[in-house]
């Protein structure tokens, strides 16, 4: 394993854009890639002519690099990807095609859609029904998404867990969505009403699972050289990487103290110079809230199966959120269980405008390291250390 | 959205169908499509509207195109044509 990390703080976020998440969408992926990619080129102090590089992160209807290039005018690209979903991927290859030279300002954007495979409205309008990729079998097995409830079961009968810790990570996800303008549900969430939610894949019921929405995040990245003359205080990617295990099929895992999050966790350690007693604001994906209880256990902050009582520990309860230590923020935006399922670009979008100090009425004061971990357990988990510069 | 200033202020205009072969090529097989006979050649035509430099829509043309007026640079006019029940766009020579 490499302990190498030559683009520790190199590479900078130097533009974020969102379109905000909606459960009534009726923009094309295009048009809302589009909107988000203009703000956050503009939002950088750039124009088209600056972008000479596009990735495109591969959602179900999204558009390749090719065709945002076109659409934005752009005028010439050395680096023009389309990584596959979760948010890190993207980030990664445009961090890493800064480094390496193949461009200087490089856009990220990522789409997503109500699709007919996570929502049952979507399976109304033709079109949507059309973009089947990632579609589930028909009845659910423990593959994709599903595969979470079955672990979710493993870990109550392994650990001895209640919902507990399950309600808390949906609980704080939607009491922080309330202060974000883009989130789709803003709504209070009581223990009460998460106990009465909708059982859908038992052990797991509504609000253990993200929001499928429509809306698109946008990122520009340059190195951290070029990020100081530019509009905002630059972020800096500090470590970053994904991981997996050999044997990651979702029902083939070995076990819930072995898999992808442990080794994005054991990387991150060994190239950061910063890790959990040195953050200020933590980002643990919860497209299901056993990811979440996941990166909590795994990254240390409690032992595994522990989440309930390190939950309950550092709740507070005035505020209905999460709080480490009472100091350490949870999902500021409100998570995917609330904002809505970006796959992780809102989290990484929220710890930007925390640590440059954007963050509006959510604002953390004084951030200045964050820890973002999406993904889940099986093909896609990953981790970055992002710092103010 | 405008890709040249990114405003979305945007509305489809309405073209002539006037232009100008810009990209020729003439197929002589593939798959088999409804109204489309390879034993004589389907041209496939690129052409270039008057109204704007580079704005292009690709088609075939009439069926009694003639040959010696197949070529790139001949003046063309959108026509539509029916073709097993569905209106389809093609080009027709005019004169140049």
Known sequence: ?389 | MCPSCWSWNIEASEVSGRGTIHLLMVLQQGPPAAGVDYRGGHPVVTVELAEQPALRFTSTVTDDYPADALHIGAPVQLDWINRNGIPTPVFRAVQP
């Open chain 1, 1 to 389: 394993m490499t302990t190498r990390n030559p683009m520790k703080d190199q590479v900078a976020i130097v533009g974020l854009g969102s379109t905000g998440f909606s459960r009534n969408g009726d923009r094309s992926p295009l048009a809302m890639a589009l909107a988000a990619a203009t703000e956050a080129i503009t939002d950088a102090g750039l124009t088209a002519a600056d972008i000479d590089g596009i990735v495109a992160t591969s959602e179900p209807g999204s558009n390749g690099p090719e065709e945002i290039a076109a659409a934005l005018g752009i005028t010439e690209a050395t680096h023009h990807t389309k990584p596959p979903p979760v948010a890190m991927f993207s980030l990664l290859d445009a961090a890493r095609a800064v480094f390496s030279g193949a461009a200087d300002h490089v856009l990220v954007v990522t789409p997503v859609i109500m699709g007919a495979w996570n929502s049952r409205r979507a399976l109304d309008d033709p079109w949507r029904r059309g973009t089947r990729s990632g579609i589930l079998p028909i009845p659910e097995d423990a593959t994709k998404a599903a595969a979470y409830a079955a672990w979710a079961s493993r870990y109550i009968h392994e650990y001895g867990a209640s919902k507990d810790p399950f309600a808390r990570v949906a609980i704080n996800s939607r009491t922080n969505a309330a202060h974000n303008p883009l989130a789709a549900i803003r709504s209070p969430l009581t223990f009460g009403s998460y106990a009465e939610g909708r059982m859908v894949r038992d052990p797991l019921n509504l609000y253990d699972m993200d929001l499928p929405v429509d809306g698109a995040d946008a990122f520009v990245l340059t190195t951290a050289e070029r990020a100081k003359e530019l509009r905002h205080h630059p972020v800096l990617i500090h470590a970053a990487t994904s991981g997996i295990v050999g044997k990651n099929d979702e029902d083939q895992l070995e076990g819930l103290h072995r898999h992808g999050q442990h080794v994005v966790v054991d990387q991150l350690k060994r190239t950061s110079d910063l890790w959990i007693d040195d953050i200020d604001i933590f980002y643990p994906y919860e497209g299901f809230t056993i990811i979440a209880l996941g990166w909590f256990e795994n990254c240390g902050f409690c032992p595994l199966g522990g989440a309930e009582e390190f939950l309950r520990e550092h709740w507070n309860d005035d505020a209905q959120r999460i709080e480490i230590h009472g100091r350490i923020p949870v999902n500021t935006h409100g998570g995917s269980l609330s904002e809505g399922a970006t796959r992780g670009t809102g989290h990484i979008r929220e710890a930007v405008h925390q640590l440059r100090g954007t963050a509006g009425p959510r604002q953390v004061d004084n951030s200045q390291t964050a820890l973002v971990t999406p993904g889940g357990f099986f093909f896609n988990p990953q981790g970055a250390i992002l710092r103010r510069a």
